[in-house]
T-cell receptor, first 111, second 112 residues
Framework: DAGITQSPRYKITETGRQVTLMCHQT?????MFWYRQDLGHGLRLIYY???????DKGEVPDGYVVSRSKTENFPLTLESATRSQTSVYFC??????????FGEGSWLTVV | GENVEQHPSTLSVQEGDSAVIKCTYS??????FPWYKQELGKRPQLIID?????GEKKDQRIAVTLNKTAKHFSLHITETQPEDSAVYFC???????????FGDGTTLTVKP
């Protein structure tokens, strides 16, 4: 699905650095989400957004910041990366029928 | 808020057998129940969904059943094939609600 894209796909960073994961969707879906998925675990919601300039915390928001100045973009920033934030990050958007479409994922390693 | 429990966490079946994964939910107002399949190293993708106005839905070898009274829904895969091996996630949400709640996933292995 070219409709939702993430970048970078793979990133290695050092502890304490700021990292931004980008997410772009071409469908004009109102809702967008960020999930993290740790090895062998499920999907945990970090933040979500109902529309431009409206964001809300999910289950595990600590250490992350989001913004949504435009409907199509929903970047996720790790302000000071920690090893516990090593994970696969999935951006997603939701259509009017509640179906969620996931991006391809961003593999982040914090060393 | 909504709570979704998914069982089993792992399931191993012989090729050709059936597989059943069950989820229970807590919010009686939830009315949309999708199932996602995630192959190794890939993104989760929707394979089937059901809304609360129906009790069962089928698509070739996969089916989903919903029991609103008991607040549980199940994924049924018949005639399993090795390519069915993946992690399966259930989810529950209300129409136009902010977020979906996912189960923890079931790792299905189909042995040839």
């Amino acid at each position: 699905d070219a409709g939702i894209t993430q970048s970078p796909r793979y990133k290695i960073t050092e502890t304490g650095r700021q990292v931004t994961l980008m997410c772009h969707q071409t469908w004009s879906h109102s809702y967008m989400f960020w999930y993290r998925q740790d090895l062998g675990h499920g999907l945990r919601l970090i933040y979500y957004s109902a529309a431009a300039d409206i964001t809300d915390k999910g289950e595990v928001p600590d250490g992350y910041v989001v913004s949504r100045s435009k409907t199509e973009n929903f970047p996720l920033t790790l302000e000071s990366a920690t090893r516990s934030q090593t994970s696969v990050y999935f951006c997603a958007s939701r259509d009017g029928g509640n179906t969620i479409y996931f991006g391809e994922g961003s593999w982040l390693t914090v060393v | 808020g909504e709570n979704v429990e998914q069982h089993p966490s792992t399931l191993s079946v012989q090729e050709g057998d059936s597989a059943v994964i069950k989820c229970t939910y807590s919010d009686s107002a939830s009315n949309y129940f999708p199932w996602y399949k995630q192959e190794l190293g890939k993104r989760p993708q929707l394979i089937i969904d059901i809304r609360s106005n129906v009790g069962e839905k089928k698509d070739q070898r996969i089916a989903v059943t919903l029991n609103k009274t008991a607040k549980h829904f199940s994924l049924h895969i018949t005639e399993t094939q090795p390519e069915d091996s993946a992690v399966y996630f259930c989810a529950a949400s209300r129409n136009n609600a902010g977020k979906s709640t996912f189960g923890d996933g079931t790792t299905l292995t189909v042995k040839p």
